[in-house]
């Protein structure tokens, strides 16, 4: 049935972040606080049991190794904790930029109107050929960037070319439509933005060189946390990659921090924006006779978002019979401009 089948998904999910990051609590809570949005104890449970069951599987019968299996070397001392604060806005700030870049790449790629959605692939090829030769130390999932980062005292032009070529690429790669992910390249740019961020403070000696691993670690949580808007899921996370709870309160205000920037800028968790945006993709492309009644959310992802009914390009026999907009309906007509949360029917 339609309940067993979400468990089994939410399990395999589960099982293979558990698997991935050597992290079974990250990977259970994970699918209560981006998929399920709800406690549960059967999901708890399912989820819960197959992240261990792949963990152990992994470690001990395959013996493989955590993607990222960072170590820190000091603590934070206390009289470093304010450089958590600008560092927790900032990393809110360009997490929801990176929301909204890589929403919207799919539109801009629609925008290339000589060129079939099946071949948008060959523009990511052609451009990650070039920096496959010049510098291919930044282009991969992820890991090991961030592995590179916490090896070497990097210069900041060095830093903020990565910063750059990791965000601009990780969009343009996704937008493209060729299978892949955003989980591992969001900490490997957090870590990149971390990286950075303690290099310029050390640079204007704000904190001795040996704490700028502890700032790349808790940026890949704060980082994760504002994107995902999973900020319990980015704390565990990064505390079972570190094998250690002694840093778990500089991991709770950057986390937390970067999380209440995004959200008060109006970001909403990219992984439901992502799937509203193909779940509405789906059901425009859905023909007209088949269906008896449709109600959708507009998102903010939506390619409607924002325009006049007259002016969408509505699927040929559908017919639009009302919009509802805080707790209202209004008789659609072609002079009603669509916002995001809007219902129509």
Do not use: C
Not at 77 to 100: S, T
Not at 167 to 181: D, E, L, R, W
Not at 318 to 343: F, K, P, Y
């Amino acid at each position: 049935d339609v309940q067993r089948w979400r468990l089994m998904i939410a399990a395999g999910a589960s099982a293979g972040l558990s698997a991935a990051f050597g992290a079974p609590l990250a990977g259970a809570m994970f699918i209560l606080e981006e998929v399920a949005h709800s406690f549960s104890l059967l999901l708890w449970l399912s989820a819960l049991s197959s992240a261990l069951a792949a963990d152990l599987v992994s470690e001990q019968v395959f013996g493989l190794k955590p993607v990222l299996d960072v170590v820190y070397t000091h603590t934070l001392p206390l009289q470093y904790f304010w450089l958590l604060i600008p560092l927790g806005i900032l990393l809110g700030l360009l997490g929801r930029l990176y929301q909204v870049v890589t929403l919207n790449m799919p539109r801009l790629y629609s925008k290339i109107p000589w060129l079939p959605r099946r071949y948008h692939g060959g523009i990511m090829l052609l451009l990650i050929w070039p920096l496959g030769i010049l510098w291919p130390a930044v282009i991969g999932g992820g890991n090991d960037v961030i592995k590179l980062l916490g090896t070497h005292r990097w210069t900041l032009l060095f830093l903020l070319g990565v910063v750059l070529v990791r965000f601009i690429y990780s969009a343009i790669s996704f937008g493209s439509g060729v299978p892949g992910g955003i989980f591992l390249p969001i900490l490997a740019l957090g870590a990149a933005i971390g990286a950075l961020i303690a290099t310029l403070a050390v640079s204007f000696h704000l904190m001795p060189n040996m704490y700028i691993p502890n700032l790349i670690i808790v940026s890949m949580a704060g980082y994760f946390a504002g994107i995902s808007k999973s900020p319990f899921t980015a704390i565990i996370l990064i505390t079972e990659m570190v094998g250690s709870i002694i840093h778990l309160l500089p991991l709770i205000i950057v986390a937390l921090i970067a999380y209440l920037m995004v959200d008060w800028l109006g970001g909403s968790p990219i992984y439901n924006a992502l799937a509203s945006q193909i779940a509405l993709k789906n059901q425009i492309s859905t023909p007209a006779a088949k269906l008896d009644e449709l109600t959708i959310t507009i998102s903010p992802a939506s390619l409607i978002a924002g325009k006049e009914v007259r002016g969408v390009d509505w699927p040929a026999g559908v017919i639009l019979t009302s919009v509802h907009r805080h707790n209202r309906e209004h008789v659609a007509n072609g002079n009603i401009t669509l916002a995001v949360g809007d219902q129509i029917k």
